[in-house]
């Protein structure tokens, strides 16, 4: 039961952080998420399990800065 809750708030989560980066137009989209693009990548890495490669990608594209 523990883990169906985590992956629902992990899944929430997600989908609130792909709206606010690809819908929120807003320049203060970023600062609003993650404090620097380290503070991103080690996010998409240990949330999502990307590789930092990917997480570089998607913090350089997805979210804007």
Known sequence: MK???L???IAIA???LIW???KSQSVDA???LFA???ECVNFMKNTLGNTTAQAQAMCNKVVPH
């Open 36 to 38: 620097s693009k380290k």
């Open 30 to 32: 970023w600062h609003s």
């Open 3 to 5: 883990t169906l809750v």
């Open 7 to 9: 992956i629902a708030i």
């Open 14 to 16: 997600t989908t609130g």
């Open 20 to 22: 606010t980066a690809t």
